[in-house]
């Protein structure tokens, strides 16, 4: 299904009411948990998983560098510290069922973050702002056809496969950031009308340029971390 800015909202309350229903308040839910088999380390964050299985993210070495890894559970770990040796931090966001992961990786004074579509072969693909290059290029996520989700210095956009670029157009707020981004072109984030004002949750479809703001009921602020193919928040 494709959201639209017609029907974000109804598709939103339709799936808080069907998770309510399906899991209500103090029902036990038959979820198994395991630890990921990762080096030691001080600390480590996992951000996104694929189809398949494969999940993203960081861990802080013990040597005070911060790497970027590939869980798959049908394969070896992947670690990967960086574009070039003075980096000390580099993290992976995305992946895909065909290992492709969207990431960053900072300079050795944190003064520029220059983000990536890192293959599955280990071929680093460039996604940084074209049209006005400036210091922060986070790759966020990315979907099956390997098109990327980056956050720029206030803005987000799309790094497409082919190489061109488009960014999300939010009338009325002048900061926004995609956290996810489905395989159907909707990506989910948040906007701030002004630098400091409250976070609204945000639906933007890339396929025709609209958006819908979403604010949970009676809650203080809102943000909209991912959204699968099912349509599901």
């Known amino acids: 299904m494709i959201l639209t800015k017609q029907n974000c909202s109804s ?7 069907a998770l309510a229903a399906s899991n209500p308040l103090g029902a036990q839910t038959p979820y198994q948990f395991f630890t990921l088999p990762l080096p030691e ?11 398949d299985g494969k999940i993203a993210g ?4 013990l040597d005070g ?16 510290d960086g574009a070039n040796d003075d980096s000390p931090f580099t993290e992976l ?11 960053y990786v900072s300079n050795a004074d944190f003064s520029q973050f220059d983000g990536f579509r890192r293959e599955a072969d280990g071929t680093l693909v460039p996604v ?4 006005t290059p400036g210091p922060s290029n986070f790759g966020i996520d990315i979907n099956e056809a390997g098109d990327v989700l980056v956050q720029g210095d206030g803005f987000t956009y799309v790094h497409s496969v082919d190489g061109t670029q ?19 072109g909707i990506v989910a984030g948040v906007a701030w009308p002004g630098f400091f004002d409250t976070p609204n949750g945000l639906l933007y479809n890339l396929n025709d340029d609209t958006f819908e703001i979403w604010n949970y009921p009676s809650a203080a ?13």
């Open 128 to 131: 940084n702002f074209l049209a």
């Open 41 to 51: 380390s001080t600390a480590s964050t996992a951000y996104h998983i694929s189809n």
């Open 58 to 61: 960081r861990i802080d070495g």
């Open 166 to 184: 488009s960014t999300l157009n939010i009338n009325g707020y002048s900061t926004d950031a995609g956290w996810g981004m489905n395989d159907q």
């Open 93 to 103: 966001w995305g992946v895909n069922t065909a290992g492709q992961s969207s990431g």
């Open 65 to 80: 560098v911060a790497r970027g890894y590939i869980y798959d559970p049908n394969g070896p770990l992947d670690l990967f």
């Open 221 to 233: 602020e809102t943000s909209l971390h991912d959204i699968n193919n099912q349509g599901v928040i």
């Open 11 to 17: 598709l939103l309350l339709n799936v808080l009411f």
